[in-house]
């Protein structure tokens, strides 16, 4: 939530505000000038789950990215939802039906720091979308991935399917792809001339980046 920021066509940054723990108002994705002032808001409200004392509030995370052409698409994981903004008004909304996307929850897990055993809590969801990317022909693909059915386990390792959901320029659906990110890496752009990037090496420890060139019929 709070390292995403994008920088529209009139020179205003988005992002998702931190909230204070005694803010009364959960986070939605806003514009500010360039002297800090808000000039807008879009989507949604961040879903609150859970207040904590010291570690809290947990929330169910909501994802935003601009598309080259200036449109701003807002996404939620609970259900698969997109919002499309075009010169700041919302012009659609996209939801897609599937079984899969469960509410969020909260997950606990036992660690020990420093010899002192604690408690950890997390956010979980069977599906979440990742990351939404734009194409130079205007089409955009939905990256989103399956936790599995036992999803509300800890795990340390990254059990997950990827998939890819390719949406024509005006938001209709076209058709779905799997993605092997364990062979291939995590999607993460697409640049001008359509070559695809991803992650690659051992999980950051020995980083890499590998390019692609992708076609979806």
């Known amino acids: ?57 947990w929330y169910a995370y909501n994802g935003f990215t601009i598309r080259p052409d200036g449109t701003l698409l807002v996404y939620f994981h609970y259900p698969y939802r997109l919002q499309i903004f075009q010169s700041g008004r919302l012009q659609k909304v996209i939801e897609k039906e599937n079984s899969l996307f469960s509410d969020p929850v909260i997950v606990k897990k036992e660690v020990v720091f420093s010899g002192h055993q604690d408690v950890v809590k997390s956010v979980a969801q069977r599906c979440q979308l990742d990351r939404v990317l734009s194409l130079p022909d205007g089409r955009f693909v939905v990256v989103w991935k399956d936790n599995g059915k036992n999803y509300q386990e800890a795990k340390d390792t990254a059990e997950f399917l990827t998939f890819l959901d390719l949406f024509n320029a005006d938001g209709q659906f076209l058709k779905s792809y799997s993605w092997d990110h364990q062979e291939n890496g995590r999607l993460l752009h697409v640049d001008a001339e359509g070559f695809w990037y991803s992650n690659s090496g051992d999980s950051g420890i020995v980083p890499g980046v590998s390019k692609w060139r992708v076609v979806l019929d």
């Open 1 to 57: 939530m709070g390292d995403v920021m994008e920088i529209d066509s009139n020179g205003n940054i988005l992002l998702y505000p931190w909230p204070r723990y005694d803010d009364e108002k959960l986070p939605i994705v806003v514009a500010l000038d360039t002297k800090g002032n808000k000039v807008a808001e879009y989507g949604e409200r961040l879903k609150l789950l859970e207040v904590g004392p010291f570690r809290g509030p």
